[in-house]
């Protein structure tokens, strides 16, 4: 079977379309990837025939930091990237999919249904967090009013009632989706945030269980599996300075924030510096910027690697709440402390924080003294490290991964054998 994967978005969005295109290429199927220019070289690298997909988002760091506001970064993204470009993504994405059997998107791909139907192939959605299916009945902490989530404590109707409110807003924002849909003679599908986005052959949640459970108004093909780790190899200069700086003390304390909001990271790692010398633990810095490595101290500065690298060796991680890096953590046994940056940071946070697992700290309260306080809990206090290992135990890459292709394959023998039908 021939598959194209696609994504746009930041690396932390890549990274498990790649994992699932190399599982399904390790299962003898031709794949093939449709991702932002600025990933052609990460694509190729591991071997996967590349094509253009536009937009290329949340790749510099002014845009980053535009796109990237608590309250104003979503609707930025969607009114003045995602949808202005819906023509382009999907001459894009139409010219890839050519000779493909089925395609396999993330998120932001809403154009995929009319490439989908125009091909006459069938498709996969893949959920990366739990935020974006907009559940009323596992409310999510929406990072633009996150006080909704706390009264949904008490009732789903505040969180249905900005439900209902976002429909209508964000419909105004797909206009120039509705105008390519007029053009090609299409239906309009359902809103494409909520509803419209999901796969009726396939809707591939890539989360466990114990972080969110499936909920009633959830689409109806979701399959759920779990976390996709992508496997990748730091630069042998890199590795080697970090296997040394590992082996020759305590496991030490690993401050990332990932791929695209290290871009708008301001003070985070002064702050950082400050409160590793004030508590005395040693610790690795994921800082961003061109590969090199250096030591200062104690503390290891790094421009990105793959987390991989640092996080079994551990002591505890201070992140963005990426799910990326949170699934890291889980997988790892060690602890978090989550600075949420927008997104579906804050929720994925809150679920953390929800584990026993996290404390979630809000960025606007972030100083020395509460890394120091946030430092302690996870290193001085036995239940957080030991619920952390305990999770650990409940993740199986390798079992979810051959899930996650089962249900591809399937859907694919599914809609083959409706048609013949």
């Known amino acids: 079977m021939r598959i194209l994967f696609a994504s746009v978005g930041s690396k932390g969005d890549l990274n498990p379309i790649l994992a699932l295109a190399a599982a399904c290429r390790d299962r003898g199927h031709e794949v093939e990837v449709a991702a932002s220019g600025s990933f052609r ?44 470009a819906s023509e382009a993504t999907y001459h894009d994405l139409l010219n890839a999919c050519r000779e493909a059997d089925m395609l396999v998107v993330g998120e932001l791909l809403y154009v995929a249904p009319l490439v989908a139907r125009f091909l006459g192939i ?41 439900m209902a409110i976002g429909r209508k807003v964000t419909e105004t924002w797909a206009a120039p989706l509705r105008q390519l849909e007029q053009r090609l003679g299409c239906p309009p599908m359902a809103n494409p945030i909520f509803e419209g986005k999901h796969s009726p052959d396939l809707v591939l949640a890539l989360f466990p269980e114990f972080l969110a459970a499936r909920q009633p108004d959830w689409p109806p093909k979701v399959v759920q599996t779990g976390f996709a780790y992508f496997q990748q190899r730091a630069h042998p200069q890199t590795a080697e300075e970090i296997h040394r700086f590992l082996e020759t003390g305590p496991p030490p304390v690993v401050f990332t924030l990932g791929s695209a909001v290290v871009m708008m990271a301001d003070d985070f790692y002064d702050l950082a510096a400050a409160a590793v010398g004030q508590f005395g633990c040693r610790a690795v810095f994921l800082t961003g910027g061109r590969e090199s490595v250096r030591v200062v101290g104690n503390i290891l500065h790094a421009s990105y690697v793959p987390l991989e690298s640092v996080f079994p060796k551990a002591a505890a991680a201070v992140h963005h709440g990426g799910i990326g890096s949170c699934a890291m953590a889980l997988r790892c046994g060690i602890p978090s402390l989550v600075i949420p940056f927008g997104y579906d940071q804050p929720d994925n946070g809150a679920r953390m924080e929800r584990l026993g697992v996290a404390r979630v700290v809000p960025r606007h309260r972030l100083t020395a003294r509460v890394l120091v306080k946030g430092l302690r809990t996870m290193l001085e206090e036995d239940g957080m490290k030991s619920r952390a290992r305990c999770l650990a135990r409940r993740i199986d890459p390798e079992t979810d991964m051959r899930r996650s292709v089962e249900a591809i394959e399937n859907a694919a023998k599914s809609r083959k054998s409706h048609c013949v039908g």
């Open 122 to 162: 069938p498709w996969v959605n893949v959920i990366l967090a739990p935020s974006s299916f907009l559940s009323t009945s596992d409310p999510c902490v929406l990072a633009p009013a996150p006080f909704l989530s706390r009264l949904g404590v008490f009732s789903e109707w505040p969180f249905k009632v900005a």
């Open 41 to 84: 070289a990460d694509v190729l690298a591991f071997g996967f025939a590349w094509h253009p997909l536009r937009p290329d988002v949340l790749n510099a760091p002014d845009q980053v930091r535009h796109l990237s506001n608590p309250e104003k970064g979503p609707e930025r993204l969607m009114r003045e990237e995602i949808f202005p």
